[in-house]
């Protein structure tokens, strides 16, 4: 494969990880799961000269947020005798 269309299109393997968003939906699933706030997963030209690509050496760039730890939560109650009226008017 020539070097302009490794870099152009990507190697086979490199557009399919993008076609199907394999690192994307990675992510999503610990994003349902409550593990990650967000993220998402990139393919940089850039860190991926054409030599390591050869050799089968991929680097993808990861970028994500986790939930952070709650140290403290407050819950603060107040009581409000208005609530009261409900028990006495017909709905």
Known sequence: MPVSQIKAGGTPSVRLFNYFGVGDQFI???VMR?????G???F???KNPDTE???GHLTFDIEY???TPA???????????ALL??????A
């Open 44 to 46: 940089n030209a850039a």
């Open 85 to 90: 009226k409900a028990l006495t008017t017909a």
């Open 28 to 30: 999503r699933t610990l």
């Open 71 to 81: 140290e403290r939560i407050t819950f603060e109650s107040f009581l409000n005798i």
């Open 53 to 55: 690509i050869a050799l």
């Open 65 to 67: 947020m986790p939930p």
């Open 40 to 42: 998402s997963c990139r």
């Open 34 to 38: 409550g593990a990650l706030i967000d």
